[in-house]
């Protein structure tokens, strides 16, 4: 026997505001037309003036709860995976513990970008096996809406705002590929990257929080490479192939780098969940985005295999393998 961590349920929560491709285009030199062939993005969620991080976490929080049929004063332990924190401190995961009404238990944020929902799975995981936490609320969320150049088109048309929610049990299995739960993770990074993805401000450096600047070529090359690497490891690892995957629930930066790992693991396109469309990239909130959906909708049904990756700024990447 052993601990799995199983996800119990899942929520998100989206702005009310929907910026879409038109909007942009009155305001910097480009077309609905351009940034559909190139990302596959047709629109996204915008924060409004006075809604915070944890605003929009608290929401997906209360959603996944919900969905999951447990009382938040159950959790013990808040994750929030996000670069764009209320505040420099304290943790963003505070205030979400604090807006919920729980008042034991730990709570802390995660930083790896656009991987943090991935390294927040690895993470609570390891916390979970280790008794360290029984049921767990782990959370991406962002606001990138406040760390982008408006008058940079290429960046600005790529991002949007919104919250995902999983939570997570602990539960025995027999520590076969047909426990329900998480499998394994395989999380990396690599420094070398920095200046291809990257905030220019912070804290030590400026002052100010600054602004999101992108090598996209750099990027990509990256991307297609290092997320299916880390799926080639999830599987080699449990021994399993790639048609074992039912539902393949990538980071949503852009249709090309989707379709390029679809291709690469000869996942048909039907098995592969795509949220890009009406989300654009919202960093770590993007997965428990499009999974949320994907759960909601009927696809992703109990029992099901799921293989999730991402990659983000750092550069970080990784993978996690569960059933549902």
Known sequence: MMIRSVIKGCGSYLPERIVTNDQLAERVDTSDEW???RTGIKHRYVAGENELTSDLATKAAKAALEHAGIDAVAVDLIVCATATPDETFPATAT???KNLGIFRGAAFDLQAVCSGFVYGLSVVDSMIRAGQAKTVLLIGAETFSRILDWEDRSTCVLFGDGAGAVVLQAEEGCGENQDRGILNTHIYSDGRYHDALYVDGGPSSTGVAGFLRMEGKEVFRQAVSRMPESIDAALEKSGLVAEDIDWLVPHQANIRIIEA????????????????DKHANTSAASIPLALTEAVYDGRIKQGDMI???AMGGGFTWGSALLRW
């Open 261 to 276: 790992m679809g291709k690469k693991l000869r996942l048909p396109k039907e098995r592969v969940v795509i949220t890009v």
């Open 307 to 309: 293989m999730m990756t």
């Open 35 to 37: 940034i559909q062939q």
């Open 95 to 97: 205030v979400v513990q």
